[in-house]
């Protein structure tokens, strides 16, 4: 063999030799391998923080939206009931107010039709009642409950 054959299988046997340690070397293609590994794990645990974090947040955002939405209508139905009971409120108001005249206009109405029957003496007396129809009913109502007690005591007595 020549020398310079000799060589070159030489230069081509080291290139092997070394292909063949860096293939054996086992311990270090599984530490390099791991440390791939750990730092995609690392970048997939950022990017899952990420995530969440973002959704936390829109969730915290469409509950304070629905607590808004949720006071809003709060409102606007109080209002509403608001609303209906000041009209239920007029309604009673001027219904009562209307009976009242009717009341006041009847026992009028009776006053004049009893004036007539009623002798000169008693006549003033009806004629204050008519201009002052509503302290007369009132007296007229009280006298009635005093009476009425005298008669139920006057019955228990017997």
């Known amino acids: 063999m020549t020398k310079r054959t000799a060589h070159g299988t ?7 030799a070394g292909a063949l340690a860096a293939k054996a070397d086992l311990k270090g293609r599984t530490q390099a391998r791991a440390a791939d ?17 973002k959704a936390g947040q829109q969730a915290q955002g469409r509950a304070v939206k629905g607590s808004h939405t949720a006071q809003e209508q709060m409102a606007k139905a109080r209002h509403t009931l608001q609303e209906r009971a000041l009209r239920s409120g007029h ?4 219904q009562a107010g ?18 007539g029957r009623i002798p000169d003496p008693a006549r003033m007396a009806v004629r ?12 007229g ?3 009635a409950g005093v009476t009425a007690v005298g008669a ?5 007595r017997h």
Do not use: Y
Request: charged letters at 25%; zero cysteines; aromatic letters at 0%.
């Open 91 to 94: 309604v009673v108001q001027e």
């Open 98 to 115: 209307r009976a009242g005249h009717l009341a006041s206009e009847k026992a009028v109405e009776a006053g004049r039709a009893a004036e």
């Open 37 to 53: 590994l750990k730092d995609k794990a690392g970048a997939l645990t950022v990017h899952l923080r990420e995530g969440a974090t």
């Open 128 to 139: 204050a009642a008519l201009r002052h129809a509503r302290p007369v009913l009132i007296a």
């Open 152 to 156: 139920l005591r006057r019955g228990r």
């Open 10 to 16: 030489g230069a081509r046997l080291t290139g092997t």
């Open 141 to 143: 109502a009280a006298l």
